[in-house]
């Protein structure tokens, strides 16, 4: 059986530059829910994320697919990576605060972890990780506050939606790690991105109707950095994480998200930085060291047989 994969120092740069990218999205989708409706949202986000990726992929001389299973493959992953969660969230945004969907949303390292231990053979679930996911999810919601803990209620649809998006985008990794791993990263990206369109615009024509262009600068803005900065450069860097440490682990970036939101918040907006986020942020580090593995094995080397 193939080692279990694991985060090393390439891949936790990546999670990390992932994250601060995806930390702004739910601030960027607030601007945009102002004048437009979530699904035709999710709708401009993959088709305006794809020129960037085509064009990228054109320049490698990358050529597309000529297998239908491929394609076939492309449509699932974009139903389940984008139309799908992006559509639950944005929709979850008209009902709850952006702050409560980060939370909830973090909830997608737990189940990326079970999904992918039941799923795969080489993340096989074990008591270390589910308890380094779960120590990661009580940093989020410490970073957050437990204010946005309190208002939590189950029968509350807006917020199951967030946590069905988390399951989407758990089952949309090993998705594609099963049947996507021999394609590039940048015609991965691309292809699936195709396939959400494909998705998208009936759905969207047929729940919003036409959509509107007259919006306002700050609109188009938001949309064009959700398209290109949180979507079209974010998923050259999905695959990539996704080779190497696994499906599993690609969820944690769920973990990282909450915290850089509130750190661009102070950064840029001069909001205060309260103890409850540092105490987060720490326990956090800790549910990542536990998932990875390597500081226990620091700390409690195993003895070498002697002969």
Same mark, same amino acid.
């Given at each position: ?156 649809? !807006?917020?199951?939606? #967030?946590?069905? /998006?988390?399951?989407?985008?758990? %089952? $949309?990794? &090993?998705?594609?790690? @099963? ?95 309260? !103890?409850?986020?540092? #105490?987060?942020? /720490?326990?956090?580090?800790?549910? %990542? $060291?536990? &998932?990875?593995?390597? @500081? ?12």
């Amino acid at each position: 059986m193939a080692p279990a994969p694991k985060i090393d120092l390439t891949s936790a740069i990546l999670l990390t530059v992932l994250a601060i990218i995806w930390g702004g999205s739910f601030f960027l989708a607030a601007i945009a829910l102002r004048e437009m409706p979530p699904i035709t949202i999710t709708l401009f986000r993959v088709v305006l994320a794809l020129p960037a990726l085509a064009l990228f992929t054109w320049i490698k001389g990358l050529a597309l697919p000529r297998s239908l299973t491929i394609w076939g493959a492309y449509l699932v992953m974009g139903a389940l990576n984008n139309a799908i969660p992006f559509s639950l969230i944005f929709w979850s945004q008209t009902q709850i605060t952006s702050g409560l969907a980060s939370i909830l949303n973090g909830a997608t390292s737990i189940t990326g972890v079970i999904v992918a231990g039941l799923l795969l053979g080489d993340e096989r679930l074990s008591a270390r990780k589910l308890t380094g996911v779960i120590i990661g999810f009580s940093g989020v919601a410490l970073t957050i506050g437990p204010d946005a803990l309190r208002s939590f209620d189950i029968r509350s649809l !807006a917020q199951l939606a #967030v946590l069905l /998006a988390g399951l989407s985008y758990s %089952l $949309a990794g &090993v998705w594609a790690k @099963l049947r996507l791993a021999r394609q590039s990263p940048e015609m991965n990206a691309l292809g699936m991105l195709l396939g959400s369109s494909v998705l998208m615009i009936p759905t969207a024509l047929w729940m919003d109707g036409l959509p509107s262009f007259n919006l306002m600068m700050s609109t188009w803005s938001a949309l064009l950095a959700l398209s290109v900065l949180c979507t079209s450069v974010p998923y050259l860097l999905y695959f990539k994480i996704l080779k190497r440490a696994g499906s599993g682990n690609l969820m944690l970036v769920t973990l990282l998200i909450p915290p850089v939101a509130i750190g661009l918040g102070i950064t840029f907006l001069g909001e205060p930085l309260q !103890a409850a986020a540092l #105490v987060g942020f /720490a326990v956090i580090a800790l549910g %990542l $060291a536990v &998932v990875d593995g390597r @500081l226990w094995e620091l700390l409690h080397p195993r003895r070498r047989s002697t002969r």
